[in-house]
């Protein structure tokens, strides 16, 4: 059996994650296990990290959050705190998303460059200013 690579899991407010894994499920053609959509709809702080919990399972993993504060960067931040094999990246955006699912078998720390770099590289402007 191949390694199937790293877990990934968009935890966001609203639709937000089920529109970006729309968006990479189309473009990349990966299924739906590289990348786990988690929506806070009706979901307090704690019952947000049930289900993260659940989601995440026991190997490696990186959590994408819309926010960097707020119940879903928080509670990414606590699902990491004590684990080497798992990372939180804020500010989420589909280029990442799209670079995780294609890349995700990388060692998390050459991966978590990686995304980092090219979700910040995507952000421009038209026409430039100054």
Known sequence: MSDP???GVVVSHGELARGL???V???AGVDESV???LSNDGLGPDAIRRRLDEVL???PAVIFSDLPEGSCGLVGRKACLGRVDRL???GVNLPMLLDFALHNHLPLDQLATRLLER?????TLFPEVG
């Open 5 to 7: 690579g790293h877990r």
């Open 21 to 23: 894994l729309s968006a």
């Open 25 to 27: 499920q189309r473009i």
């Open 35 to 37: 990348l786990i959509g």
């Open 57 to 59: 399972g026991e190997g």
């Open 88 to 90: 939180l990246i804020t």
């Open 119 to 123: 979700g910040r590289a995507s952000i």
